[in-house]
């Protein structure tokens, strides 16, 4: 049974960091891309980052470019994504899911499988 478990969240102000974590189980991270999303109430989940595991590509939404950068550690099927210069609407529930596919193409955020995890949420305020 594949599984996420999502840590690192909590509360920081306007230009600082976090980093969070996302521990999978049941499957092996090593031969998937794993994707991170965030979601706010009322709006649909988005899609914020994603990495590949045949080759270093990876993808990240506009919004959060040059400030997130996602990372995988296969040894420990964990995958990260480190936050810096944080800004309040990055305030959301972080949420990972393993892709079915080696590459972040185009597609990939509609190609996840397994069951969402339970978020972790973050709160940039002042």
């Known amino acids: 049974q594949v599984q996420v478990e999502e840590s690192g969240g909590g509360l920081v102000q306007p230009g600082g960091s976090l980093r969070l974590s996302c521990k999978v189980s049941?499957?092996?991270?090593?031969?998937?891309?794993i994707g991170w999303f965030r979601q706010v109430p009322g709006k649909e989940r988005e899609p914020v980052s994603c990495s590949s595991s045949s080759d270093d590509s990876t993808y990240y939404a506009d919004s959060v470019k040059g400030r997130f950068t996602i990372a995988r550690e296969n040894a420990k099927n964990t995958a990260y994504l480190q936050m810096n210069s944080l800004k309040p609407e990055d305030t959301a529930v972080y949420y990972c899911?393993?892709?079915?596919?080696?590459?972040?193409?185009?597609?990939?955020?509609?190609?996840?499988?397994?069951?969402w995890g339970q978020g972790t949420q973050v709160t940039v305020s002042p």
């Open positions: 049941g499957y092996t991270l090593e031969y998937y891309a």
């Open positions: 899911k393993p892709v079915g596919a080696t590459l972040c193409w185009s597609g990939w955020a509609t190609q996840t499988f397994g069951s």
